[in-house]
């Protein structure tokens, strides 16, 4: 090695093989909540571990009196025990560290578990074992198969990766596909996700630009001159947001960099003194700007969150 030269130690975190270990000589670090078997997600896990069989193993450290303590799955541990399963295969790690595992999740977003769903039914598998493993029934199971049927590929391309409730497809349905798009940018772009928010855009969407344009649009207490209010605002909304979009990067690079040679100039006593006693508003400004909880100055913005009311 030439001199100057850094040398990492690769440390291997896990053991090269899995082994199998008797679920009494696993120790949890955490208790379960008394209310975890009645949860969702514990009834989704057993029903996969009852139909698939145990898909992830669970990791765990020794602590060499032939005990091992769980890192990760405690619950799936806690549901072999119920099915009486006597041993468990188990990942080893080398380090008894356990703050990384499951606390980065990328949960699946609707449009992924669709994509699973389909690409399961392809390969062959009955939708029953299907709707079983993920603790569904059979009118659930299809709801996510047709959960993009009628929407068009920009649309599902923005929001593919988001974690939208699957009624806000439902809702996207109902309007013409430019429409479709153009609600899609509105969610994005507002990072809410919410039955209630698309709802309001299909409130506010021209008749024209909906599906079924030839029967009259009825949205639950809202009378027509609201509703056409709501699409007044709403089209003004989207012009702001559109009209800001060029320009925002840069605003936000320029505000981060005056904030921060705000700060800096604070930092000099002399300059503090100076704006003391010729200057007491400036200096009063400046401080508000230096102190920011964002980098984002508190400046009027051309959209309100109460455009759609």
Do not use: W
């Amino acid at each position: 090695m030439s001199a100057g030269a850094i040398a990492f130690d690769l440390v291997q975190g896990f053991e090269d093989e899995c082994v199998r270990l008797p679920t009494v000589t696993l120790l949890p670090v955490k208790a379960l909540r008394h209310n975890v078997k009645a949860s969702t997600k514990y009834q989704q896990i057993a029903a996969s571990i009852h139909e698939v069989g145990l898909v992830e193993p669970p990791v765990v450290c020794r602590t060499g009196d032939g005990l091992y303590l769980i890192l990760d799955g405690h619950i799936r541990i806690e549901i072999l025990k119920d099915m009486g399963v006597s041993e468990v295969e188990c990942l080893v790690s080398t380090d008894d560290e356990a703050f990384t595992y499951n606390k980065r999740i990328s949960k699946l977003s609707a449009v992924q578990e669709h994509n699973m769903v389909v690409r399961a039914i392809g390969r062959g598998v009955p939708e029953q074992k299907l709707a079983k493993a993920l603790s569904i029934n059979l009118s659930s199971l299809r709801r996510r198969t047709n959960l993009l049927h009628g929407i068009c590929a920009e649309a599902v391309s923005l929001l593919k990766d988001k974690q939208c409730p699957m009624a806000v497809f439902e809702i996207l349905k109902k309007m013409r596909p430019l429409r479709q798009i153009e609600a899609a940018e509105l969610l994005v772009n507002a990072n809410n996700y919410t039955v209630s928010y698309v709802s309001a855009i299909l409130a506010g969407t021209p008749q024209a630009q909906l599906l079924d344009g030839d029967k009259a649009k009825k949205v639950k207490g809202v009378t027509p001159e609201a509703m056409a209010r709501m699409e007044r605002e709403l089209a003004n909304l989207q012009e702001a947001i559109t009209s800001i979009q060029d320009t925002y990067g840069r605003e936000h690079l320029q505000l981060t960099v005056v904030k921060a040679y705000v700060a800096r100039l604070l930092g000099n006593a002399r300059v503090v003194r100076y704006l003391t006693q010729h200057r007491p508003s400036f200096l009063q400004e400046f401080e508000a700007i230096a102190e920011a909880t964002s980098t984002l100055v508190q400046a009027k913005s051309p959209i309100k969150s109460d455009n759609i009311a």
